[in-house]
């Protein structure tokens, strides 16, 4: 059982910026692809950005393209989001989710991994 803690959330002026950090407990991190997603009021969890266990792969929504990145740091079990240019309708509840998965996959779905953390609200202000 991979259990998931997000942090980082906030509230922050349009233009800003915010650094999520994910810190999973599982000890063959390598082993997991991992996921940011992102959830406003009224509307569908959906994916932000995605990064495979080698880190050799990711992925990116188009609405973040140029403005987000992901990383992870295998021997810390951590993921990270560095959100940048934020925008108002970036604010959401982002959740970190993860998948134990060949070294290569990532999902973009949120059926595609099931292990979740409780979420870290982003508030951006114009």
């Known amino acids: ?66 403005r987000f990145t992901i990383s992870r740091d295998t021997a810390k079990n951590m993921v990270y989001l560095q959100m940048n240019s934020l925008k108002v309708e970036d604010s959401a509840v982002y959740y970190c989710a993860a998948r134990r998965a060949d070294s290569r996959w990532f999902g973009t779905s949120f059926q595609d991994y099931n292990y979740w953390g409780q979420g870290t609200q982003v508030t951006v202000s114009s």
């Open 1 to 66: 059982q991979v259990q998931l803690v997000e942090s980082g959330g906030g509230l922050v002026q349009a233009g800003g910026s915010l650094r999520l950090s994910c810190a999973a407990s599982e000890g063959t991190f390598k082993n997991y692809a991992m996921a940011w997603f992102r959830q406003a009021p009224g509307k569908e969890r959906d994916i932000v950005s995605a990064i495979s266990g080698s880190a050799r792969d990711e992925f990116y929504a188009e609405a973040v393209k140029g």
